[in-house]
């Protein structure tokens, strides 16, 4: 049975919390539609670098998982940001500063 799926703007705001509780600054850089956004996650190690994340759904495990998309420097995956808000109106965006590259999506919640 497919898990249930929570609204984007809940999850933001719960995701935004757990990381608020574990001293990661997290700002929204893009707010996308409330209710079934999708959500694209940029980490930026403060060095110049980034990683992109994204939820995909698994087709063998019936469950969402977050994946990294991509790692590059921060100009490249703010283009990538871009390019996919053009096409996705309903988008969010959250941006995450951490210099070990923590982004907390692979702890139990967050899927």
Not at 7 to 20: M, S, T
Not at 35 to 50: H, Y
Not at 59 to 76: H, I, P, V, Y
Request: hydrophobic content about 45%; glycine content about 8%.
């Amino acid at each position: 049975m497919p898990e249930a799926r929570l609204a984007a703007g809940i999850w933001v705001a719960a995701y935004l919390r757990r990381l608020g509780l574990a001293d990661i600054p997290a700002y929204v850089t893009r707010h996308g539609d409330d209710t079934a956004g999708s959500v694209m996650v940029k980490c930026a190690t403060l060095d110049g670098r980034a990683s992109l994340w994204v939820r995909e759904w698994d087709f063998e495990t019936d469950r969402r998982l977050w994946l990294q998309l991509n790692e590059a420097g921060e100009r490249e995956i703010d283009a990538e940001i871009a390019r996919n808000a053009a096409r996705d109106p309903d988008l969010w965006v959250i941006e995450i500063e951490s210099r070990d590259g923590r982004t907390l999506l692979d702890e139990p919640g967050l899927a």
